[in-house]
């Protein structure tokens, strides 16, 4: 009974001593690096994603405050040739310049119908700004509106 014992005790080959009981300091220093392009390539990714949600926020509030201005033009803002405005709205600057509507080529046609008719078309340009001058950025917005040419000839 005292031989079966002793065989079945396990013993480390003679050819790898110490083999199986860690890592490596060459393995270690190959899986922080893997780890630290993994993680690197992560954050950039994020900082992407942050960068185009900020500007995709940017973008629609300006589109929204070109929409609300442009609603104003007639009402608060006169809607005469010659006119030009500007203003502020939180963090965005904003400038409106209106003047006499000038088709482009084939487009003539549009300005010669609205002469005809008794029709004034205005062209109305608005620019809408935000953030600091180095990294200041700049949508334009542009709208065509009809009013009556005799609108202040009185009867």
């Keep these: 009974m ?3 014992r002793l065989m079945s005790v396990r013993r480390p080959s003679p050819g790898l001593p110490g083999r199986g009981r860690g890592f490596t300091l060459l ?4 899986a922080f690096v893997v780890f630290a392009l993994s993680f690197a390539t992560v954050l950039e990714i994020l900082s992407g994603s942050m960068r185009n949600t900020v ?8 589109a929204l405050t070109a929409q609300s201005l442009m609603d104003q033009v007639g009402l608060e803002i006169p809607l005469e040739a010659g006119t030009s405005a500007n203003g502020e709205f ?4 904003w400038e409106i310049d209106i003047f006499n509507y000038s088709a482009p080529g084939e487009n003539a046609r549009s300005v010669e119908l609205a ?6 078309l205005l062209e109305v340009d608005l620019a809408i700004s935000w953030g600091d001058p ?3 950025q700049t949508r334009y917005f542009s709208t065509i509106r009809a009013v009556l040419a005799n609108r202040g000839a009185q009867p």
């Excluded at 939180?90 to 600057?93: H, N, P, Q, R």
Aim: hydrophobic share 30%; glycine share 4%; charged share 45%.
């Design 2 to 4: 005292k031989k079966a």
């Design 27 to 30: 393995e270690l220093l190959l």
């Design 55 to 62: 500007r995709a926020r940017h973008d629609s509030e300006a």
């Design 90 to 93: 939180d963090e965005y600057e």
């Design 115 to 120: 002469e005809l008719t008794g029709i004034e």
């Design 134 to 136: 180095p990294r200041q």
